[in-house]
């Protein structure tokens, strides 16, 4: 049931209010952003692998563009990472969104939510939860609706004499945004869920990876939940939408032995479709699942991260990486070991890093003070 929330600021848009807390809806659809249009702020999430973003035309009068390409760690070679909190805060400020605006987000995928997706839950990790995805992206928007401009909106420039605080303020979630680390860490706790939602032939390693860089295989002890398998396609219109509850209750259910009460950690090839996966649980009242941002992409090239490889014959998938090879995939106890083993090799090298680079540093001082 939906109530009208209240803000200083201006008019609220509906909201679904819980025992605890206020629950802001994943997504939304054409009747609730007609009636809020003028208390949201609109972003185009386009966004297509392989395909850039430069030319990119928004087609909603008044929305702005959300590059995840662009608004995004532009300091390493991983594709679409989080930026840092103060990038993101510049980012909003340049676009004109504050921690006031609810926010709606499509994009041109025809209701698969990608990246609108990532968009929203990019939102969430910053620790801005009034947002929602728009049901049936661009091809679902009311016709000649137009979003509420934020070109009057006062665009701070960043470092200028004189600057204003800031409209927006960006905290990064922990419980949201997850690195290699606690991936790896995660296995000590086995009540952590690991979800891969890349498409069922790349998790099963019979289909390659769509950068030709990164090899095939997967992360050991992931269940697979491919992205598509949450949603469902109208066949007249060839237009998606999240599955019913039901349907989205028997697939995580599958994986996940009361997956309501377990933390997840998502990833798939960068972290853009995790996201769809992580909306999906959001829907289903699970709102803290965490996205792990560096996803396959940056997992299958550390020389130091095991892997499991199902295909000990394809070349593509061997190469110097640590394996868990087929004969431990399904041996549950024994593939924990292994991983315990490795975990353990890990966090020795990292301290042994640590250690050296210490070391170094008090070598450079001693001789800056000779």
Request: charged share 30%; aromatic share 10%.
């Amino acid at each position: 049931m939906y109530a009208t929330g209240k803000n200083t600021q201006k008019p609220s848009v509906d909201y679904i209010k819980t025992r605890h807390d206020v629950y802001y809806p994943g997504t939304v659809d054409a009747e609730w952003v007609k009636k809020n249009i003028k208390n949201i702020k609109v972003l185009d999430g386009s966004w297509t692998l392989g395909k850039s973003s430069k030319d990119h035309v928004v087609k909603v009068p008044g929305a702005k563009f959300f590059d995840i390409d662009d608004i995004c760690d532009k300091t390493t070679w991983k594709p679409h990472m989080l930026p840092t909190e103060k990038e993101f805060e510049e980012h909003m400020d340049r676009l004109g969104i504050t921690n006031d605006d609810y926010i709606v987000v499509y994009d041109e995928s025809n209701g698969k939510y990608t990246a609108s997706a990532r968009v929203w839950w990019t939102f969430r990790a910053f620790g801005h939860n009034k947002i929602s995805a728009f049901e049936g992206g661009l091809a679902k928007w009311p016709a000649n609706l137009q979003a509420e401009d934020s070109q009057d909106a006062e665009i701070i420039i960043p470092n200028s004499p004189n600057t204003p605080k800031k409209g927006f303020t960006a905290k990064l979630s922990s419980e949201l945004y997850k690195t290699w680390e606690d991936v790896l860490e995660s296995t000590d706790f086995p009540d952590v869920a690991l979800i891969d939602a890349r498409p069922a032939e790349r998790f099963s390693q019979d289909a390659p990876e769509p950068r030709a860089e990164i090899p095939r295989g997967s992360i050991p002890m992931a269940k697979n939940v491919p992205f598509l398998s949450v949603l469902s396609e109208d066949p007249s219109t060839g237009i998606f939408s999240f599955r019913n509850a039901e349907s989205l209750h028997q697939i995580f259910s599958k994986v996940i032995e009361d997956y309501k009460q377990h933390p997840a950690i998502i990833y798939c090839g960068s972290g853009v479709t995790a996201c769809i996966v992580a909306l999906a649980l959001y829907r289903m009242g699970v709102p803290k699942s965490g996205v792990y941002d560096g996803s396959w992409t940056e997992w299958a090239v550390d020389n130091s991260l095991p892997r499991t490889r199902m295909r000990p014959d394809d070349k593509t998938s061997m190469g110097a990486f640590p394996t868990i090879t087929e004969e431990l995939h399904g041996n549950k106890e024994k593939m924990k070991d292994r991983l315990e083993q490795l975990h353990k090799e890990k966090m020795e090298s990292m301290r042994g890093k640590q250690k050296e680079n210490l070391k170094g540093a008090r070598i450079n001082l001693t001789e800056e003070d000779l």
